[in-house]
């Protein structure tokens, strides 16, 4: 997964877009990058490895000149944490500049990728990003959105895009409209971003989704809207209101913390937790989530567990003590709230289930009595495809087993997930038009070919 960002006609248009990028960390933390297009001296690209306020300081943005901006954040993975693979991808081709920065995954590159080698092209780096480049360098069409679609025609899978072409800004989503896409104005400055709390920071206003399928393109003559490609039906991540974006954004137009508020609520009403004395999360990504499931059961909400906010996600131990002390070097459990009593513990979802194990182990140190473990999406049973790095299938506790058996792994009292049927009723403009492959096995698209290399040469 990825945070993207583009400003148009702005004085500081670099600077804006370190900004922005801030915003976006929580999308990306394995390296970030700024691109910026000077219309007298050329475009100049700063990539740096890590946090965005790791990588760059103030001097380094400061000599990223020019008027023109695109950021990137990118996700962490496993196999290509390297300077070569940060976006955005920079190129000159014949008539002038192509910078590219994506989030989601295309599904047919390594198809896309084999014909342009075949062809004589040269990759500098293993994302699937870089056939979008090699593609609209290729496009014999002259007007820059025109190049961009000659570029998206027959690619499939997951995108939204922004990209500049010689001298112009654009900003595109795939047909189904898996991942986020929002455009605002600041001043006069039109700026994309992949969620709204990037528009906050800097001070913009939000204007309207990119729509799924549209290519918004920006330059000195004006802004230009076209839909060139096939359409298909919408297929929305579900899973960006349930863990992935912050709950300070509206993405595909709606509130993320009102999602998860009712995610939550929806969670009490299904699987309520009758006896228990509280309700906590699992900070940060059930805050919201741990909020409605309160309000619905008319328990209080507590901070059980306290979460140390300068642990990387990169945090990696290679034995089964080191995981351990993983769980316990990113979370604390508070024994004044939880000694004696019977608690339910929201979580947004379970994927391996190892931190969620570590984690009842602690709150039964801290003196809980029973833990009801509740999780405010349906079982994770398959890998995801279009942008988010779930890890393989036979990795996935709950493709693997039943849910009583998941309780027992775990050493809770009570284990409830909210059903498919639920989550859907609950998220904004639900219950059609969402991807929930991850959770239901109905993937939109055939699998990629080579899934692994997919998802480990991007990743994004
Ligand atoms: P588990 O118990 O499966 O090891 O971890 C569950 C936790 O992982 C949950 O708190 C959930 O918020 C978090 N989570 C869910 N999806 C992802 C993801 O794609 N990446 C990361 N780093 N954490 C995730
Ligand atoms: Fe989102 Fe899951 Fe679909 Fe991937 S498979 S796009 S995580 S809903
Ligand atoms: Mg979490």
């Given at each position: 997964?990825?945070?993207?960002?583009?400003?148009?006609?702005?004085?500081?248009?670099?600077?804006?877009?370190?900004?922005?990028?801030?915003?976006?960390?929580?999308?990306?933390?394995?390296?970030?990058?700024?691109?910026?297009?000077?219309?007298?001296?050329?475009?100049?690209?700063?990539?740096?490895?890590?946090?965005?306020?790791?990588?760059?300081?103030?001097?380094?943005?400061?000599?990223?000149s020019g008027d023109?901006?695109?950021?990137?954040?990118?996700?962490?993975?496993?196999?290509?944490?390297?300077?070569?693979?940060?976006?955005?991808?920079?190129?000159?081709?014949?008539?002038?500049?192509?910078?590219?920065?994506?989030?989601?995954?295309?599904?047919?590159?390594?198809?896309?990728?084999?014909?342009?080698?075949?062809?004589?092209?040269?990759?500098?780096?293993?994302?699937?990003?870089?056939?979008?480049?090699?593609?609209?360098?290729?496009?014999?069409?002259?007007?820059?959105?025109?190049?961009?679609?000659?570029?998206?025609?027959?690619?499939?899978?997951?995108?939204?895009?922004?990209?500049?072409?010689?001298?112009?800004?654009?900003?595109?989503?795939?047909?189904?409209?898996?991942?986020?896409?929002?455009?605002?104005?600041?001043?006069?400055?039109?700026?994309?971003?992949?969620?709204?709390?990037?528009?906050?920071?800097?001070?913009?206003?939000?204007?309207?989704?990119?729509e799924r399928g549209?290519?918004?393109?920006?330059?000195?003559?004006?802004?230009?809207?076209?839909?060139?490609?096939?359409?298909?039906?919408?297929?929305?991540?579900?899973?960006?209101?349930?863990?992935?974006?912050?709950?300070?954004?509206?993405?595909?137009?709606?509130?993320?913390?009102?999602?998860?508020?009712?995610?939550?609520?929806?969670?009490?009403?299904?699987?309520?937790?009758?006896?228990?004395?509280?309700?906590?999360?699992?900070?940060?990504?059930?805050?919201?989530?741990?909020?409605?499931?309160?309000?619905?059961?008319?328990?209080?909400?507590?901070?059980?567990?306290?979460?140390?906010?300068?642990?990387?996600?990169?945090?990696?131990?290679?034995?089964?003590?080191?995981?351990?002390?993983?769980?316990?070097?990113?979370?604390?459990?508070?024994?004044?709230?939880?000694?004696?009593?019977?608690?339910?513990?929201?979580?947004?979802?379970?994927?391996?289930?190892?931190?969620?194990?570590?984690?009842?182990?602690?709150?039964?140190?801290?003196?809980?009595?029973?833990?009801?473990?509740?999780?405010?999406?349906?079982?994770?049973?398959?890998?995801?495809?279009?942008?988010?790095?779930?890890?393989?299938?036979?990795e996935l506790i709950?493709?693997?087993?039943?849910?009583?058996?998941?309780?027992?792994?775990?050493?809770?009292?009570?284990?409830?997930?909210?059903?498919?049927?639920?989550?859907?009723?609950?998220?904004?403009?639900?219950?059609?038009?969402?991807?929930?492959?991850?959770?239901?096995?109905?993937?939109?698209?055939?699998?990629?070919?080579?899934?692994?290399?997919?998802?480990?040469?991007?990743?994004?």
């Open positions: 997964m990825c945070g993207i960002f583009g400003i148009y006609a702005h004085p500081h248009a670099a600077e804006i877009s370190h900004l922005g990028l801030y915003s976006l960390q929580h999308r990306g933390q394995e390296s970030a990058g700024i691109v910026a297009l000077d219309t007298l001296t050329g475009a100049r690209a700063s990539k740096t490895m890590g946090l965005v306020s790791e990588g760059f300081n103030a001097m380094d943005v400061a000599k990223l023109i901006a695109i950021g990137h954040t990118r996700y962490s993975t496993a196999g290509s944490s390297t300077i070569e693979n940060a976006q955005p991808v920079l190129a000159r081709v014949r008539d002038g500049n192509v910078a590219l920065a994506h989030n989601g995954n295309l599904t047919n590159a390594t198809e896309l990728k084999r014909e342009l080698v075949d062809s004589g092209a040269i990759f500098t780096s293993t994302m699937d990003s870089e056939v979008l480049v090699h593609r609209i360098a290729r496009s014999p069409s002259a007007r820059p959105e025109e190049r961009l679609a000659d570029a998206l025609l027959d690619v499939e899978g997951a995108y939204s895009l922004v990209v500049i072409i010689g001298e112009t800004l654009l900003a595109a989503r795939d047909p189904r409209g898996w991942r986020p896409l929002v455009m605002g104005m600041l001043g006069e400055s039109h700026v994309f971003a992949s969620e709204t709390c990037a528009l906050d920071i800097i001070g913009a206003t939000a204007i309207r989704e990119v549209e290519i918004i393109a920006v330059d000195r003559d004006g802004m230009r809207s076209s839909f060139p490609l096939p359409p298909r039906e919408s297929r929305k991540c579900v899973f960006e209101y349930v863990y992935f974006a912050r709950p300070d954004s509206r993405v595909f137009g709606g509130s993320v913390d009102r999602a998860r508020r009712a995610l939550g609520r929806r969670l009490a009403m299904e699987c309520p937790a009758p006896g228990a004395d509280l309700v906590f999360s699992v900070p940060d990504s059930s805050n919201s989530a741990a909020l409605g499931f309160a309000e619905e059961s008319k328990l209080p909400f507590e901070l059980a567990l306290i979460r140390n906010h300068y642990v990387g996600r990169t945090f990696i131990q290679p034995t089964q003590a080191g995981r351990d002390a993983k769980v316990k070097v990113k979370y604390n459990a508070v024994r004044e709230v939880l000694d004696g009593r019977s608690v339910v513990m929201v979580d947004d979802s379970i994927v391996r289930g190892t931190t969620t194990k570590g984690l009842v182990t602690m709150i039964r140190g801290a003196g809980a009595r029973e833990v009801h473990m509740r999780v405010s999406s349906p079982p994770i049973t398959g890998p995801c495809y279009y942008g988010i790095d779930t890890p393989n299938r036979d709950a493709a693997n087993i039943a849910v009583d058996e998941i309780a027992g792994t775990l050493g809770v009292d009570s284990l409830g997930y909210l059903s498919l049927e639920g989550m859907l009723a609950s998220v904004p403009g639900g219950p059609e038009g969402f991807c929930h492959a991850c959770f239901s096995g109905d993937y939109p698209t055939p699998p990629p070919t080579d899934p692994q290399k997919l998802r480990f040469g991007c990743g994004c």
